[in-house]
């Protein structure tokens, strides 16, 4: 997914391997009662420790083959590289949470300009 944030084709076996992914994640999927209407479950049992995946693997699937696969990026924080889907009028948005990694850049670029006005000053002084 992450080459499809950055617009260039997935590394062959990294679709070979979402594949194999999906096919034993589908496998596991089964339509239950809800009420009155019908929702998507998880056949479950054993201990499945990848179970955790399963829905990953299929909104995976889901956005790949949608009209929303434009709108994955990549998150520009610092050391973060979580995928987000965009839904920006104009699509500028840039981290996967403003709270999170916007808040950290904010402050990192307040603490270069910080640092360099301290240097500035200090180097006229001398
Ligand atoms: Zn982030």
Redesign the pocket.
């Known amino acids: 997914m992450a080459s499809v944030a950055e617009r260039r084709p997935p590394p062959p076996r990294a679709l070979e391997d979402l594949n194999e992914a999906l096919a034993e994640t589908l496998g596991r999927t089964r339509i239950v009662r809800r009420g009155p209407s019908f929702a998507w479950d998880w056949k479950t049992g054993g201990d499945a420790l990848d179970r955790l995946l399963w829905p990953v693997i299929r909104s995976a699937a889901e956005v790949l083959t949608s009209s929303d696969v434009a709108a994955v990026r990549a998150?520009?924080?610092y050391a973060?590289?979580?995928l987000f889907l965009d839904g920006s009028r104009n699509g500028s948005r840039r981290?996967?949470?403003m709270a999170?990694?916007g808040n950290r850049a904010k402050v990192r670029r307040h603490y270069a300009r910080s640092r360099s006005r301290r240097a500035r000053s200090a180097g006229g002084k001398s």
């Open positions: 998150c520009a924080g973060c590289g979580r981290w996967c949470d999170v990694c």
